[in-house]
Antibody
Framework: QMQLQESGPGLLKPSETLSLTCSVS????????WSWIRQPAGKGPEWIGRIWNTGRTNYNPSLKSRVTMSVDMSKNQFSLKLRSVTAADTAVYYC??????????????????WGRGTLVTVSS | DIQMTQSPSSLSASVGDRVTITCQAS??????VNWYQQKPGQAPELLISDASNLRTGVPSRFSGSGSGTHFTFTISGLQPEDIATYYC????????FGPGTKVDLK
């Protein structure tokens, strides 16, 4: 059974960089797309971006200027960096897997495995 | 960007009731819609993909339909364990979630 686990600091100050890691167990990180999704309290989820094991990425256009994702195949992990955070970035951050294999182009799949989420609060 | 809207934003129903949620896309997205269930303190869980395909293990009282810009999610007989917030999500071009519909018991 595949499991995903987010880790990283839960409290940041404005202008700092949010750094989170997702550790994947019960399966290899290869062959699938891996995403970060966030959800502010009381709101719907917002997709942040995704990465393939080659390092190829797609980002949400609204966050693209501040986001960098990376993958570490040796550790079966992938990571998120979000620069210059503000209070608006306060949310539960989830990592998730898409239920389809890499297609070489712009193809998208449902999210079938999710981490439990980690709350990140931005406050001075 | 493709926007997703849902209605209603919340509803109250009794056990056994038929519950219907609608989702509208800002562009034609074919059948590229998923439906998720989220219970408090948990991650969303995929119930339906491609507008109408029930995920393995999901009870048959859940169903979905629609194509283009208008989609419907139905619970044919509400159970206490179905109390949750439901989200539609498009995956025709990147990913966008709807704002959610909170379902509780009357």
């Amino acid at each position: 059974q595949m499991q995903l686990q987010e880790s990283g600091p839960g409290l940041l100050k404005p202008s700092e960089t949010l750094s989170l890691t997702c550790s994947v167990s019960g399966g290899s990180i290869s062959s699938y797309y891996w995403s970060w999704i966030r959800q502010p309290a009381g709101k719907g989820p917002e997709w942040i971006g995704r990465i393939w094991n080659t390092g190829r990425t797609n980002y949400n256009p609204s966050l693209k200027s501040r986001v960098t994702m990376s993958v570490d195949m040796s550790k079966n992990q992938f990571s998120l960096k979000l620069r210059s955070v503000t209070a608006a970035d306060t949310a539960v951050y989830y990592c998730a897997r898409e239920a389809g294999h890499y297609c070489g182009g712009d193809c998208y799949f449902p999210f079938d495995y999710w981490g439990r989420g980690t709350l990140v609060t931005v406050s001075s | 960007d493709i926007q997703m809207t849902q209605s209603p934003s919340s509803l109250s129903a009794s056990v056994g009731d038929r519950v219907t949620i609608t989702c509208q896309a800002s562009l034609d997205i074919g059948s590229y819609v998923n439906w998720y269930q989220q219970k408090p303190g948990q991650a969303p869980e995929l119930l339906i993909s491609d507008a109408s395909n029930l995920r393995t293990g999901v009870p048959s009282r859940f169903s979905g339909s629609g194509s283009g810009t208008h989609f419907t999610f139905t619970i044919s007989g509400l159970q206490p364990e179905d109390i949750a917030t439901y989200y539609c999500q498009q995956y025709d071009d990147l990913f966008t979630f709807g704002p959610g519909t909170k379902v509780d018991l009357k």
